[in-house]
C-alpha cells in the first residue's frame, strides 16, 4: 500500500521536473558536425571531385554496401565512373571516412533518410556528391601526389624536385 | 641437409641454398626486394638483413644479408634480434624517401610487395621533410604502365628483362640516386615477356595497362584457376572478373609448365572476352531467340538425321566429347584441317610409341643442348622460347660449379660465365628471336630443313637415314652426343611432315627429350577424341550426305580457304553454329547459340606437352552456357558426369578426370572461395537492379564458391584461385603455397601427363622430300607466325590488336623492292599485299604472315604466284 502511494508521489513529482522530450520533428536537437550520418561526396577547394576511387571506403565497409567503379580522365584524373551507396544496408559506423585517403567521403549530421521504398535508399554519386569540402576544407590529395595530372606536371606537387634529367651526369 | 640456428632454435635447411630462401620456405617473414626466386640473389636491397653469429657463445654477432649468405651447416642467425629489426626499418625508410604519396591511385595499391615489406617492418611515419626525386615517365605500349616516381631501384625490372628473358630495350640509365629503369626513349616494349614486369615489380612503377582500363583492387576482384587459352602449352593462369567483365590475368605459379612468368600474348589476350564481337543471345536467320527455342531447333535438327559434328582444337576436351556423342563417333569430325590433321596424328604417334619423353618446361631449362627444328618458338609457343633461353644457361651452371660459386648468387654466375652459352642450334625459314642466343643458325623451306635434320641425325647414329651432305650437321652432332640432357623442339607450324619426322629421328638417334609444338590450347586434345579432319567433312557434304552441320567454336575460315568453306556452307542446308565471338562462320550460321569462353565455362585442355590440365568458371555466367552443356541435351548436369562418361568412350583420355578434384572437393568440409576475405561490394554492386541482394549463384561444375565464404586453409594446386597470405597481399605469397620457395606447390603441381613414351626401340623415319624450287614461275609461300596475330582469340584482345602486323607478304632481297604493292595468287584466291623484305628468304620464296585476317586459312606452305601491280 505504501509502496503504490509513494510511486504515485513520485509519479505526481515529475510533473515539475525538466523536460527531455526534443518535439521533433517541429524541433531540431543539435548534431555536432563529427555525427555520423548521411554520407556525402565532397569537392575540393577548385571545384573537382575529390574521391580518386581509390576503393578503400569499400573495403573498409563491415556490410558491404558501397560499391564504385574507377574510371579515368583525358588529364588523368581518376575518378569514380558510378559510385553506390546502399543505405538500407549502411550502419553509419564511419569506417569509409577513417579510410579515405583524400577526404571524399565524409558522414554529415544529417540522418533524415527515412524512404517508404528500399529501393529509393540506394544513392548513386549524383545523390552522393556535394559542391562544397564538407568538414575538412583545404585539402586536395592531387596536389601532394605524385602522378601528374592536367594542370600539374611531374615535379610540381607539394615537397618535390623538378623532374630529373636523365641524360645529365651531374652529381 | 644442414642445420641451422634460427633465433635460438635448430632447423633443417638446404646447404645449397641461401638464408633468405630458406627462411622463407620454414614460413618465416623475412622482408625482401631485389631477391627473386627465379632470378636469384644479387644483394643489392639491402632490405632481408639478419644478425649471424660466430657460435652459442658469440653474443654480439654481425649484420649479414641473408639472400647472399649460403645456408651452411651449423649457421646460427636471428631475424628478431633489435639490431637487424632495426637496421631493416631503416632500410624502408630510406626506400620510402622518395617514394610518391600515390598508393590511392596506385594500381599496386593492395597488392604491392612494398606496402607488404613496409608494415612488415613497422615504418610508418615519414620524418623525411625534404624535396622528392621526380621522374618523367615513358609511354611503353599497351601492355605496361610506366610511373617512375615509385622505383625503389631494386633492379628486378632490368634484371628479368635483359637477364632473364633477352631484352635489350630497357635499361637502367642515369647515375647515383636519379637511376632510371627505361627505354632510350618512348615506344613500346619490343621484349614478348614485358608483361611480367608487372608482377616483377615490387611496386607500381610498372603495372598492367589493360587492367587500367577497368582498374579494380585484387582484393575485389573474383578469380578462378584458369589455362591460358592462346598456344598449346597450357600455362596456368588465375583471370579475375568484377562487374560481369574479365579484368585481367596474373600468373598461376606451376613449377612444371610456366614457373613465375607469361607471355604477353597469354596476359594480355584475355581481352577477347569482354569483345564487342561476343556471340551473348541464340539467333535463328540473324533473328534473336530464347535459348530454350535455340535448344528445341538443335534437337530437332539432330532428330532429323545426317547431322555432322565439327569439334575444334580451342574447345575444351569435354565440349568436343559432347558433340561426338550428340552426333555420333562416325559423325564427328576434329574441325582441322586434313594437313594439320596429319600433323597432329603423327606427332601423338611419335610421342607415345617413340621412345623419348616430353619435357616439361621446367625440364627444358635443364637441358644443355638444343635443336629446335622449324619453329619459330618465340611465336608459336612463347613461354617455351623463355624456357630455352633458359637452357643455354646451364653451361655457365657448370661453369660456376666448377668454381664452387652457388647457383642462386645471380651475379657471380653471371661474370663466371660470361658470354658461355650451351649449344642451341636454330633451324626455321626466317630468323627468329632466338637466333641471337643461339650457336648455329639454319635457313630454308621446310623441306630443306627436314633434311637437314635427318642429316643431323645420321650424324649421330648412322643407322639413321641419311639426306644429303650438311657440313653443319657434323657440329651439331658433336654437341648433341656431349649433352647430359639434350632436348630437340619442333612442331607443326611449318606444315611439313618430314621436319616432324626429322625431329623424332634427331631425338631418337641422342635419346634426346623431344617436345612439339602444337598450334592451339586443345589441339592435343581434339585429335585424342578421334575424328574425321575437315577436309573429310567438306566431302561428305559435296555428296549431298549432309542435311545439318554443327560446328562448336570454330571459325572454319581459319582453317581452310575461303572458296572451299563457301562451297562447304553453301552443301550444306542447316548451319549451327556454337561460339564465343562473331567469326565470320558464326555470321553465316542458320542458327547461332552463344558459348561461354575460357571464363565463363569450365572444362579441360591437353597441352603440348600431353597434359589435361582443367580450367574453371571465374564468374557465373550471364545468359551464355559451356558448348558441353547445350550439346549434352540434358544428359549431363555437371562437368564430372561428363568426365565419368569419357573413359568409356575414349579410354585414352581416361586420366583427364584426375587433372583437379572432382565437385565434390570439400576442405573442412567448406568450398575454396573465388574471391578474397575482403572482397567488397556485396550488397552494392547489384542494388541499382533491386535493392535486395540475389542469391549466389551455385557451382556445380567444381568446388570453388562464387563469393568469399569458404576453406581457412590453403587448397590444391589445381583449385588456387589466387595467391595471398597473411601479410603478403602481392604475388609474392606464391613463397607460401610451395613445398619450399621455388619447388612444387603443395600438395603437387597440378594436371597429368597423358602422353608417356613406352616404347624403348629406336624406329627411324625414312625420309620423303618434295623437290623445290617449282617450275615456271612459282613461287613456293611459307608461313611466317607472330606472337600477336596468329592466334585466333587474342586477334579480338584491345591491347593485342594494337600491335597486330598488317598484312603482307615477305620476300628475299632480290625480287622486288620493299612497300611494292603485289598481287598474290594461292590457294584459288587473290591478295593485294605491301612487300615486306626478309633477306634471309630465298630465291622464289615468299612468306605471309599466318592467321592474320584475310590471310588465315591458307594452307602454308603452298605453291602461288606474286606479281607486281602495275
Same mark, same amino acid.
Given at each position: 500500500m505504501f509502496s503504490i502511494l509513494s510511486t504515485i508521489w513520485r509519479?505526481?513529482?515529475? !510533473?515539475?521536473?525538466?523536460?527531455?522530450?526534443?518535439?521533433?520533428?517541429?524541433?531540431?536537437?543539435?548534431?555536432?558536425?563529427?555525427?555520423?550520418?548521411?554520407?556525402?561526396?565532397?569537392?575540393?577547394?577548385?571545384?573537382?571531385?575529390?574521391?580518386?576511387?581509390?576503393?578503400?571506403?569499400?573495403?573498409?565497409?563491415?556490410?558491404?554496401?558501397?560499391?564504385?567503379?574507377?574510371?579515368?580522365d583525358a588529364?588523368?584524373?581518376?575518378?569514380?565512373?558510378?559510385?553506390?551507396?546502399?543505405?538500407?544496408?549502411?550502419?553509419?559506423?564511419?569506417?569509409?571516412?577513417?579510410?579515405?585517403?583524400?577526404?571524399?567521403?565524409?558522414?554529415?549530421?544529417?540522418?533524415?533518410?527515412?524512404?517508404?521504398?528500399?529501393?529509393?535508399?540506394?544513392?548513386?554519386?549524383?545523390?552522393?556528391?556535394?559542391?562544397?569540402?564538407?568538414?575538412?576544407?583545404?585539402?586536395?590529395?592531387?596536389?601532394?601526389?605524385?602522378?601528374?595530372?592536367?594542370?600539374?606536371?611531374?615535379?610540381e606537387a607539394a615537397r618535390e624536385a623538378p623532374p630529373t634529367d636523365v641524360n645529365s651526369l651531374m652529381p | 641437409m644442414a642445420t641451422v640456428y634460427i633465433d635460438g632454435k635448430p632447423y633443417a635447411v638446404d646447404a645449397h641454398q641461401n638464408l633468405l630462401d630458406q627462411c622463407l620456405s620454414l614460413g618465416f617473414n623475412l622482408?625482401?626486394?631485389?631477391?627473386?626466386?627465379?632470378?636469384?640473389?644479387?644483394?643489392?636491397?639491402?632490405?632481408?638483413?639478419?644478425?649471424?653469429?660466430?657460435?652459442? =657463445?658469440?653474443?654480439?654477432?654481425?649484420?649479414?644479408?641473408?639472400?647472399?649468405?649460403?645456408?651452411?651447416?651449423?649457421?646460427?642467425?636471428s631475424i628478431d634480434d633489435p639490431e637487424a629489426v632495426k637496421f631493416r626499418a631503416g632500410v624502408i625508410e630510406g626506400l620510402m624517401l622518395n617514394h610518391p604519396h600515390d598508393c590511392p591511385v596506385c594500381d599496386e595499391g593492395g597488392e604491392c610487395h612494398l606496402q607488404d615489406m613496409t608494415v612488415m617492418t613497422g615504418h610508418d611515419y615519414r620524418r623525411y621533410r625534404f624535396e622528392k626525386r621526380t621522374f618523367r615517365n615513358q609511354d611503353l605500349g599497351p601492355f605496361v604502365n610506366h610511373e617512375m616516381n615509385r622505383c625503389i631501384q631494386c633492379y628486378r625490372c632490368v634484371r628479368f628483362y635483359r637477364n632473364y628473358a633477352g631484352g635489350r630495350d630497357l635499361n637502367a640509365l642515369s647515375i647515383h640516386q636519379t637511376v632510371y629503369f627505361g627505354r632510350n626513349q618512348d615506344g613500346v616494349l619490343e621484349n614478348e615477356f614485358s608483361g611480367n614486369l608487372v608482377e616483377v615489380c615490387p611496386t607500381g612503377v610498372f603495372t598492367d595497362k589493360t587492367l587500367k582500363r577497368h582498374y579494380t583492387r585484387k582484393w575485389d576482384l573474383m578469380y578462378a584457376p584458369s589455362i591460358c587459352v592462346h598456344c598449346a602449352t597450357g600455362c596456368n593462369v588465375s583471370a579475375g572478373e568484377r562487374y560481369g567483365t574479365l579484368r585481367r590475368i596474373v600468373n598461376r605459379f606451376h613449377h612444371e609448365v610456366n614457373g613465375y612468368f607469361l607471355c604477353d600474348r597469354g596476359r594480355y589476350g584475355y581481352e577477347f572476352v569482354n569483345s564487342d564481337k561476343r556471340v551473348r543471345e541464340a539467333r535463328l536467320n540473324g533473328n534473336a531467340i530464347t535459348a530454350e527455342?535455340?535448344?528445341?531447333?538443335?534437337?530437332?535438327?539432330?532428330?532429323?538425321?545426317?547431322?555432322?559434328?565439327?569439334?575444334?582444337?580451342?574447345?575444351?576436351?569435354?565440349?568436343?566429347?559432347?558433340?561426338?556423342?550428340?552426333?555420333?563417333?562416325? =559423325?564427328?569430325?576434329?574441325?582441322?584441317? /586434313?594437313?594439320?590433321?596429319?600433323?597432329?596424328?603423327?606427332?601423338?604417334?611419335?610421342?607415345?610409341?617413340?621412345?623419348?619423353?616430353?619435357?616439361?618446361? =621446367?625440364? &627444358?631449362?635443364l637441358c644443355d643442348a638444343v635443336v629446335v627444328l622449324g619453329e619459330d618458338v618465340t611465336n608459336t609457343a612463347p613461354r617455351i622460347a623463355l624456357s630455352v633461353r633458359q637452357?643455354?644457361?646451364?653451361?655457365?651452371?657448370?661453369?660456376?660449379?666448377?668454381?664452387?660459386?652457388?647457383?642462386?648468387? /645471380?651475379?657471380?654466375?653471371?661474370?663466371?660465365?660470361? /658470354?658461355?652459352?650451351?649449344?642451341?642450334?636454330?633451324?626455321?625459314?626466317?630468323?627468329? =628471336?632466338?637466333?641471337?642466343? $643461339?650457336?648455329?643458325?639454319?635457313?630454308?623451306?621446310?623441306?630443306?630443313?627436314?633434311?637437314?635434320?635427318?642429316a643431323v641425325a645420321h650424324a649421330i647414329d648412322s643407322a639413321a637415314p641419311s639426306s644429303g651432305d650438311f657440313p653443319a650437321a657434323r657440329g651439331i652432332a658433336d654437341a648433341l652426343k656431349g649433352a647430359k640432357r639434350p632436348l630437340v623442339v619442333s612442331g607443326a607450324s611449318c606444315g611439313s611432315e618430314?621436319?616432324?619426322?626429322?625431329?623424332?629421328?634427331?631425338?631418337?638417334?641422342?635419346?634426346?627429350?623431344?617436345?612439339?609444338?602444337?598450334?592451339?590450347?586443345?589441339?592435343?586434345?581434339? $585429335? !585424342? +577424341?578421334?575424328g574425321g579432319s575437315l577436309d573429310a567433312?567438306?566431302?561428305?557434304?559435296?555428296?549431298?550426305?549432309? /542435311?545439318?552441320? &554443327?560446328?562448336?567454336? #570454330?571459325?572454319?575460315?581459319?582453317?581452310?580457304?575461303?572458296?572451299?568453306?563457301?562451297?562447304?556452307?553453301?552443301?550444306?542446308?542447316h548451319l549451327i553454329v556454337l561460339d564465343s565471338l562473331l567469326t565470320r562462320t558464326a555470321e553465316r550460321a542458320e542458327l547461332l547459340v552463344p558459348a561461354g569462353t575460357f571464363a565463363e565455362s569450365a572444362g579441360t585442355f591437353v597441352s603440348g606437352e600431353g597434359r589435361a590440365q582443367r580450367f574453371f568458371e571465374v564468374f557465373p555466367p550471364d545468359g551464355v552456357r559451356e558448348s558441353w552443356r547445350t550439346l549434352g541435351m540434358g544428359r549431363w548436369s555437371t562437368l564430372d558426369e561428363v568426365l565419368a562418361d569419357l573413359p568409356a568412350e575414349l579410354p585414352g583420355l581416361a586420366r583427364a578426370r584426375d587433372a583437379a578434384p572432382s565437385a565434390k572437393f570439400r576442405i573442412a568440409g567448406a568450398k575454396i572461395a573465388r574471391e578474397a576475405?575482403?572482397?567488397?561490394?556485396?550488397?552494392?554492386?547489384?542494388? #541499382?537492379?533491386? +535493392?535486395?541482394?540475389?542469391?549466389?549463384?551455385?557451382?556445380?561444375?567444381?568446388?570453388?564458391?562464387?563469393?568469399?565464404?569458404?576453406?581457412?586453409?590453403?587448397?590444391?594446386?589445381?583449385?588456387?584461385?589466387?595467391?595471398?597470405?597473411?601479410?603478403?597481399?602481392?604475388?609474392?605469397?606464391? #613463397?607460401?603455397?610451395?613445398?619450399?620457395?621455388?619447388?612444387?606447390l603443395n600438395g603437387g603441381d597440378p594436371g597429368v601427363r597423358l602422353i608417356e613414351s613406352s616404347a624403348k626401340e629406336k624406329s627411324y623415319f625414312a625420309g620423303v622430300f618434295e623437290e623445290f624450287p617449282a617450275e615456271g614461275g612459282e613461287w613456293l609461300i611459307v608461313p611466317i607466325h607472330h606472337i600477336f596475330g596468329s592466334d585466333e582469340l587474342s586477334l579480338s584482345a584491345q591491347a593485342v590488336a594494337e600491335l597486330v602486323p598488317a598484312p603482307y607478304v615477305a620476300v628475299g632481297r632480290e625480287s622486288f623492292a620493299q612497300n611494292t604493292m603485289v598481287r598474290v595468287e594461292i590457294a584459288g584466291q587473290m591478295f593485294l599485299l605491301p612487300v615486306r623484305i626478309r633477306s634471309e628468304l630465298g630465291a622464289r620464296v615468299a612468306a605471309l604472315p599466318a592467321g592474320i585476317p584475310p590471310l588465315a586459312g591458307l594452307p602454308l606452305p603452298q605453291r602461288g604466284t606474286i606479281e607486281e601491280v602495275k
Amino acid at each position: 500500500m505504501f509502496s503504490i502511494l509513494s510511486t504515485i508521489w513520485r509519479v505526481f513529482l515529475h !510533473m515539475f521536473s525538466r523536460r527531455v522530450t526534443v518535439q521533433y520533428p517541429e524541433q531540431k536537437p543539435y548534431l555536432a558536425p563529427r555525427y555520423r550520418g548521411r554520407i556525402i561526396l565532397s569537392r575540393d577547394a577548385e571545384g573537382g571531385e575529390r574521391c580518386v576511387a581509390c576503393y578503400l571506403c569499400a573495403v573498409a565497409c563491415p556490410v558491404d554496401c558501397i560499391a564504385l567503379q574507377a574510371a579515368e580522365d583525358a588529364a588523368g584524373r581518376r575518378y569514380p565512373e558510378f559510385f553506390r551507396i546502399n543505405f538500407s544496408r549502411c550502419i553509419f559506423c564511419g569506417y569509409c571516412e577513417d579510410a579515405c585517403p583524400t577526404y571524399a567521403i565524409q558522414l554529415t549530421p544529417d540522418f533524415e533518410m527515412g524512404e517508404f521504398h528500399r529501393q529509393n535508399l540506394v544513392y548513386e554519386k549524383q545523390d552522393l556528391l556535394i559542391d562544397g569540402e564538407g568538414k575538412y576544407p583545404g585539402y586536395n590529395f592531387w596536389k601532394v601526389a605524385g602522378v601528374a595530372i592536367g594542370g600539374k606536371a611531374k615535379g610540381e606537387a607539394a615537397r618535390e624536385a623538378p623532374p630529373t634529367d636523365v641524360n645529365s651526369l651531374m652529381p | 641437409m644442414a642445420t641451422v640456428y634460427i633465433d635460438g632454435k635448430p632447423y633443417a635447411v638446404d646447404a645449397h641454398q641461401n638464408l633468405l630462401d630458406q627462411c622463407l620456405s620454414l614460413g618465416f617473414n623475412l622482408p625482401y626486394f631485389c631477391w627473386h626466386p627465379a632470378l636469384g640473389s644479387v644483394g643489392a636491397c639491402r632490405q632481408c638483413a639478419v644478425k649471424q653469429f660466430k657460435d652459442e =657463445h658469440d653474443t654480439r654477432g654481425k649484420i649479414v644479408m641473408a639472400c647472399i649468405t649460403q645456408a651452411s651447416d651449423g649457421a646460427r642467425i636471428s631475424i628478431d634480434d633489435p639490431e637487424a629489426v632495426k637496421f631493416r626499418a631503416g632500410v624502408i625508410e630510406g626506400l620510402m624517401l622518395n617514394h610518391p604519396h600515390d598508393c590511392p591511385v596506385c594500381d599496386e595499391g593492395g597488392e604491392c610487395h612494398l606496402q607488404d615489406m613496409t608494415v612488415m617492418t613497422g615504418h610508418d611515419y615519414r620524418r623525411y621533410r625534404f624535396e622528392k626525386r621526380t621522374f618523367r615517365n615513358q609511354d611503353l605500349g599497351p601492355f605496361v604502365n610506366h610511373e617512375m616516381n615509385r622505383c625503389i631501384q631494386c633492379y628486378r625490372c632490368v634484371r628479368f628483362y635483359r637477364n632473364y628473358a633477352g631484352g635489350r630495350d630497357l635499361n637502367a640509365l642515369s647515375i647515383h640516386q636519379t637511376v632510371y629503369f627505361g627505354r632510350n626513349q618512348d615506344g613500346v616494349l619490343e621484349n614478348e615477356f614485358s608483361g611480367n614486369l608487372v608482377e616483377v615489380c615490387p611496386t607500381g612503377v610498372f603495372t598492367d595497362k589493360t587492367l587500367k582500363r577497368h582498374y579494380t583492387r585484387k582484393w575485389d576482384l573474383m578469380y578462378a584457376p584458369s589455362i591460358c587459352v592462346h598456344c598449346a602449352t597450357g600455362c596456368n593462369v588465375s583471370a579475375g572478373e568484377r562487374y560481369g567483365t574479365l579484368r585481367r590475368i596474373v600468373n598461376r605459379f606451376h613449377h612444371e609448365v610456366n614457373g613465375y612468368f607469361l607471355c604477353d600474348r597469354g596476359r594480355y589476350g584475355y581481352e577477347f572476352v569482354n569483345s564487342d564481337k561476343r556471340v551473348r543471345e541464340a539467333r535463328l536467320n540473324g533473328n534473336a531467340i530464347t535459348a530454350e527455342a535455340a535448344r528445341e531447333h538443335l534437337r530437332e535438327a539432330v532428330e532429323r538425321g545426317r547431322a555432322i559434328g565439327i569439334g575444334s582444337p580451342r574447345a575444351s576436351l569435354e565440349s568436343n566429347f559432347a558433340l561426338r556423342t550428340l552426333a555420333g563417333p562416325g =559423325h564427328f569430325f576434329s574441325g582441322i584441317a /586434313d594437313r594439320d590433321q596429319r600433323l597432329v596424328a603423327l606427332i601423338l604417334d611419335i610421342l607415345r610409341r617413340g621412345p623419348c619423353r616430353v619435357p616439361t618446361l =621446367h625440364e &627444358i631449362e635443364l637441358c644443355d643442348a638444343v635443336v629446335v627444328l622449324g619453329e619459330d618458338v618465340t611465336n608459336t609457343a612463347p613461354r617455351i622460347a623463355l624456357s630455352v633461353r633458359q637452357a643455354v644457361r646451364q653451361r655457365s651452371f657448370e661453369m660456376a660449379e666448377k668454381l664452387k660459386i652457388p647457383l642462386w648468387l /645471380d651475379d657471380g654466375v653471371r661474370d663466371a660465365g660470361q /658470354d658461355q652459352r650451351s649449344p642451341l642450334f636454330v633451324a626455321t625459314i626466317a630468323s627468329t =628471336h632466338l637466333d641471337e642466343i $643461339a650457336s648455329g643458325v639454319f635457313r630454308g623451306v621446310p623441306d630443306e630443313i627436314a633434311r637437314f635434320g635427318f642429316a643431323v641425325a645420321h650424324a649421330i647414329d648412322s643407322a639413321a637415314p641419311s639426306s644429303g651432305d650438311f657440313p653443319a650437321a657434323r657440329g651439331i652432332a658433336d654437341a648433341l652426343k656431349g649433352a647430359k640432357r639434350p632436348l630437340v623442339v619442333s612442331g607443326a607450324s611449318c606444315g611439313s611432315e618430314a621436319v616432324i619426322q626429322a625431329a623424332a629421328n634427331i631425338a631418337q638417334a641422342c635419346g634426346a627429350a623431344l617436345y612439339f609444338i602444337v598450334p592451339e590450347c586443345n589441339t592435343l586434345g581434339c $585429335a !585424342m +577424341v578421334a575424328g574425321g579432319s575437315l577436309d573429310a567433312a567438306f566431302r561428305l557434304a559435296a555428296e549431298g550426305n549432309v /542435311d545439318t552441320a &554443327i560446328v562448336l567454336e #570454330n571459325d572454319l575460315y581459319r582453317r581452310a580457304p575461303a572458296p572451299d568453306v563457301d562451297a562447304f556452307i553453301g552443301n550444306v542446308p542447316h548451319l549451327i553454329v556454337l561460339d564465343s565471338l562473331l567469326t565470320r562462320t558464326a555470321e553465316r550460321a542458320e542458327l547461332l547459340v552463344p558459348a561461354g569462353t575460357f571464363a565463363e565455362s569450365a572444362g579441360t585442355f591437353v597441352s603440348g606437352e600431353g597434359r589435361a590440365q582443367r580450367f574453371f568458371e571465374v564468374f557465373p555466367p550471364d545468359g551464355v552456357r559451356e558448348s558441353w552443356r547445350t550439346l549434352g541435351m540434358g544428359r549431363w548436369s555437371t562437368l564430372d558426369e561428363v568426365l565419368a562418361d569419357l573413359p568409356a568412350e575414349l579410354p585414352g583420355l581416361a586420366r583427364a578426370r584426375d587433372a583437379a578434384p572432382s565437385a565434390k572437393f570439400r576442405i573442412a568440409g567448406a568450398k575454396i572461395a573465388r574471391e578474397a576475405h575482403r572482397s567488397s561490394g556485396r550488397t552494392a554492386m547489384l542494388a #541499382n537492379i533491386n +535493392v535486395s541482394e540475389p542469391k549466389t549463384p551455385v557451382d556445380p561444375d567444381s568446388p570453388l564458391s562464387f563469393s568469399m565464404e569458404g576453406a581457412e586453409k590453403k587448397p590444391p594446386g589445381a583449385l588456387i584461385p589466387f595467391f595471398w597470405s597473411a601479410g603478403w597481399n602481392s604475388i609474392q605469397a606464391t #613463397n607460401t603455397y610451395q613445398r619450399e620457395v621455388g619447388g612444387p606447390l603443395n600438395g603437387g603441381d597440378p594436371g597429368v601427363r597423358l602422353i608417356e613414351s613406352s616404347a624403348k626401340e629406336k624406329s627411324y623415319f625414312a625420309g620423303v622430300f618434295e623437290e623445290f624450287p617449282a617450275e615456271g614461275g612459282e613461287w613456293l609461300i611459307v608461313p611466317i607466325h607472330h606472337i600477336f596475330g596468329s592466334d585466333e582469340l587474342s586477334l579480338s584482345a584491345q591491347a593485342v590488336a594494337e600491335l597486330v602486323p598488317a598484312p603482307y607478304v615477305a620476300v628475299g632481297r632480290e625480287s622486288f623492292a620493299q612497300n611494292t604493292m603485289v598481287r598474290v595468287e594461292i590457294a584459288g584466291q587473290m591478295f593485294l599485299l605491301p612487300v615486306r623484305i626478309r633477306s634471309e628468304l630465298g630465291a622464289r620464296v615468299a612468306a605471309l604472315p599466318a592467321g592474320i585476317p584475310p590471310l588465315a586459312g591458307l594452307p602454308l606452305p603452298q605453291r602461288g604466284t606474286i606479281e607486281e601491280v602495275k
